[in-house]
């Protein structure tokens, strides 16, 4: 109950502050954004349709697509988010303030705002029933990232738009479109730790993995590796680091072995003991 009760909450505050961001930033300043509002905004000119009826036509058609294809509990969250963020732009976007902004600077704040409120709605499981279901779409059949899609479809959206307005016009949309990518990724995962995953071929392992636990207090995992031409088997350590240790780590590899194998990856969610239980990182 606990969390469906908070899950319902952050839906309802994710749709308030897109709204938020598409009735002060968005559609006042005509900026090509990405989502249904930047939709409705590119084709304004060519459909001659009112706004509103194209961002609840968009709406209503991704939401049956998302139901088909990412399950009733997704169709039951989003079907909230469906209902709020029509009533919310209705209700509240004659109480919003004229702001007299330049064009670049509304695309900026919209595109955070946005982003933020889209972030808080996909971290439920929903979706705010507009043009982020075909993210979450590629995400569920092919595992590509959410906020790398969000920026490729919104691209395309603000392209959409070159016909009916001036290549500034585009250039603005684009950076909108930048900044609501990086939001919805800080959103999602924010509350994770940011490390790195490194993998460690030596053969003074025993001895690094020794210090990495004395010096740096992290465990490791190590697993059996075949060189591909030698065909010798070697042993790869496996390390997770907070960024901040990332250095210390390489300073001890080097100490024992300057020319071990190291590969590192970033690691953005990192979860369990060290990193999400309240032990140092």
Known sequence: ???????????LIGNLMLVIGVGVFILPFNILSG??????????????????????????????????????????????SSIAYPIFLTVLTPYFPSLDLDPFIASIYGGLVCGVGIGLVMRCGAS?????IPPMILNKLFNFKISSCVMVIDTLTVILGIY????????IGLFSVFMTSIAIDKVLSFGGSSSKAVWIISSFYKEIIEEVGRVLDRGTTITEGRGG??????????C??????????????????????????????????????????
Do not use: C
């Open 229 to 238: 031409y030698t065909n010798v088997q070697k042993p790869v350590v496996l």
């Open 1 to 11: 109950m606990k969390k469906n009760l908070l899950n319902f909450i952050l839906i």
């Open 128 to 132: 705010t029933g507009g043009m982020d």
């Open 35 to 80: 989502g249904v509002a930047g939709v409705a905004v590119a084709l304004d000119p060519i459909l001659n349709i009112d706004r509103e009826l194209v961002i609840n036509g968009i709406i209503i058609a991704f939401f049956i697509v998302g139901w088909i294809v990412l399950g009733k509990g997704f169709a039951m969250k989003t079907a909230l």
């Open 164 to 171: 009916a307005y001036n290549i500034e016009a585009v250039l």
């Open 240 to 281: 997770v680091v907070s960024s901040s240790q990332y250095p210390q780590l390489i300073e001890i590899i080097h100490k024992y072995d300057e020319r071990a194998f190291v590969f590192a990856t970033d690691a953005t969610d990192v979860r369990g003991e060290g990193f999400s239980f309240g032990f140092k990182v």
